[in-house]
């Protein structure tokens, strides 16, 4: 079959799309035939050497696909992601992909193979960070920093599924989908907040940047808020006022979905799929490109500004 592959640490030019030994199953996997597979902005760190992925390597996260081996999975097609893709185990940026059946998910049935492949990482995160980790509750006033990225733009739809207001922020101007919007290149983020809420803060809020954004997020927090991080962009130290933190009776709570196992995934893929299914949730836009234009996809998705997921057809 043919994967992509990488053998070293580097930018997308060291990535090669080789001719690979098909892979044999074990008791209890699945041979997944992939449709469509997105690229992550963490594929790319993958590729560069941020996880430490064992060597070598064919990476990806995400996929959309059909079972053509797994007892009880034949036929079927699956979305998400798994446990490790990538990093452990080879990832989805390939042919074919072997994961344990307990991993699988049934994709929605209203959604294209290239569209459920951009759901994994980013409604996974989203997920994880507002429902599983921050407990959001109906009512509730939400931040979400970073809100036009890929997570910002899911976590905006899992919070309005919620029944959450959701205030978005970023340094671009664009369609977020969120209730309101500061633009945080020419406005101060806890005054824009406050003065959306009253002078009270948000009940919670999704840093989905870090960095220097981290602690104008905790200041805007009402007292008991609870704040999730997620990434950190540039400096991944941060400094906050200790006294302020605690005075304000302030939570913070730390997200990692590499720490998902495989059945966690295939839990909250499966948790997402009536909310596509049911037009709640819209897919995101996609750029489609052959496993032989990986290089320049993968050189794209490092760029980032575009709101279109770029996504591998391996069958193609």
């Not at 970023?170 to 406005?187: L, P, Q, T, W, Y």
Request: glycine content about 12%; aromatic content about 6%; proline content about 5%.
């Amino acid at each position: 079959m043919r994967a992509l592959r990488f053998a070293k640490y580097g930018p997308p030019s060291i990535l090669s799309l080789d001719d690979i030994a098909s892979p044999v199953l074990k008791s209890g996997e699945a041979l997944v035939e992939v449709h469509a597979a997105a690229i992550n902005p963490s594929d790319v760190k993958n590729v560069a050497g941020a996880f430490e992925a064992t060597l070598p390597r064919t990476p990806g996260r995400d996929y959309a696909g059909i079972v053509v081996a797994g007892e009880g999975w034949k036929g079927r097609e699956v979305w998400g992601s798994g446990e490790g893709l990538g990093v452990t185990r080879d990832g989805t940026h390939a042919q074919y992909l072997v994961v344990p059946t307990g991993w699988l998910s049934q994709k929605p049935s209203n959604l294209s193979m290239e569209q459920a492949s951009t759901a994994g990482v980013p409604y996974l995160a989203a997920w994880s960070a507002l429902v599983d980790s921050a407990d959001i509750q109906s009512g509730e006033t939400v931040l979400i920093t970073g809100v036009l990225g890929a997570v910002g733009r899911a976590a905006t739809q899992i919070a309005h599924w919620k029944k959450a207001k959701v205030i978005g922020a970023d340094r671009v101007e664009g369609e977020s989908g969120a209730d309101a919007f500061i633009n945080i290149a020419n406005k101060d983020l806890a005054d824009g907040v406050r003065a959306l809420t009253g002078g009270k803060g948000v009940d919670l809020a999704l840093d989905a940047v870090g960095g220097v954004m981290f602690e104008p997020t905790l200041n805007s927090l009402r007292i008991g808020g609870r704040q999730v991080a997620i990434t950190s962009v540039g400096n991944r130290r941060v400094e906050f006022d200790l006294l302020d933190f605690y005075h304000n009776l302030s939570r913070l709570i730390g997200v990692d979905t590499m720490k998902l196992t495989g059945p966690d995934i295939a839990r909250i893929m499966d948790a997402l799929r009536p909310a596509f299914e049911d037009g709640l949730f819209e897919p995101f836009p996609v750029k489609t490109w052959k496993l032989e234009q990986a290089v320049d996809a993968y050189t794209a998705a490092a760029k980032g500004g575009s709101p279109d997921k770029h996504v591998l057809t391996p069958q193609s």
